[in-house]
């Protein structure tokens, strides 16, 4: 019996949730918030948070995170895991101004040691790499070559394990580590945005942070501008309610991904529906 593959079965099969940390938008006060993430974020603020604009690009809902590369540490966490066996977390990111230095964009750690990193530029201009470390604290990598411009999604599946196979993915397509030893390691603490006082000149934004002890988010629908869970005539009209009267959609009104919403969105859910 290959016990490996039963393990990983059995690791995407059920439901538990370790966390849904997206940007808030509290309505009342009719601003965007860093009010999800329970850790001690550092070098971000609110003011970090926001609606689609010049200062900021979101994917889903109305609020997104802008984060400056500026040689300081920038970033949101998340002390809500418990010491996790299993890690699977998916996050949107737009790469475009992030300039050609390495910069470290998530890591997670046990309470000391890292143990999962996501680094763009790394070990090129343009690539996305996964980072993961055996009990010994040896790296392994497994990278996407050249990103292309726009949204992506980034997603990863980890586990303590004997023969563990991370598993890397970018925008759906999946790419798996060779086995290494990741038994009795943990994850406590995530972090997401610059973490390693990259200085690049750059920006770096983010959306939709998801982190689960087993099954897989995967990608949210593109072009459900209303969020309910379909794509139709009603997407359309939530993208031109938004582009005519700045009336946030729900949902993920940038059907081309590429970190604007405008007429060209309306085409692309056309096409999508036709």
């Known amino acids: 019996m290959n016990l490996k593959t039963d393990s990983r079965k059995a690791l995407l099969a059920g439901v538990a949730l370790v966390g849904c940390l997206g940007f808030a938008f509290n309505a009342q006060a009719q601003t965007c918030t860093i009010d999800n ?3 001690a974020s550092t070098g971000v603020a609110n003011a970090d948070t ?8 979101r994917y889903g809902g109305p609020c997104g995170l802008r984060v400056d590369l500026d040689g300081s540490d920038r970033y949101v966490a998340d002390d809500s895991p418990a010491g996790e066996s299993t890690y699977i977390a998916r996050f949107y990111t737009f790469l475009d101004a992030a300039g050609s230095d390495p910069v470290l964009i ?28 055996n009990n010994a604290g040896t790296p392994s990598d497994v990278t996407f070559n050249g990103v292309s ?6 997603e990863f599946v980890w586990e303590a394990d004997a023969a563990a ?13 060779s086995a290494l030893d990741t038994s009795g390691l943990s994850i406590a603490n995530a972090f997401l945005g ?15 942070f998801d982190s689960r002890r087993i099954e897989r988010p ?23 309610n938004e582009i005519l009267s ?11 991904e590429n970190g604007s919403v405008n007429s060209a969105d309306i085409t692309c859910l056309i096409n999508i529906i036709l």
């Open 37 to 39: 993430w329970t850790g």
């Open 50 to 57: 926001g609606t689609q604009g010049g200062d900021n690009r």
């Open 106 to 133: 998530f890591n997670a750690d046990d309470g000391a040691d890292d143990q999962i990193q996501v680094w763009y530029n790394d070990p090129a201009a343009g690539d996305l790499t996964l980072r993961v470390f």
């Open 149 to 154: 411009a726009g949204w992506h999604s980034v």
């Open 165 to 177: 196979e991370p598993l890397f993915s970018l925008d759906g397509t999946d790419q798996t580590a």
């Open 194 to 208: 610059n973490v390693n006082a990259a200085n690049t000149g750059g920006t770096i934004d983010f959306d939709d």
């Open 218 to 240: 995967g990608r949210l629908l593109v072009g459900d501008a209303n969020d309910n869970g379909a794509v139709n005539s009603a997407d359309i009209t939530a993208t031109i």
């Open 246 to 256: 700045g009336n946030f959609a729900a949902g993920q009104p940038d059907c081309n």
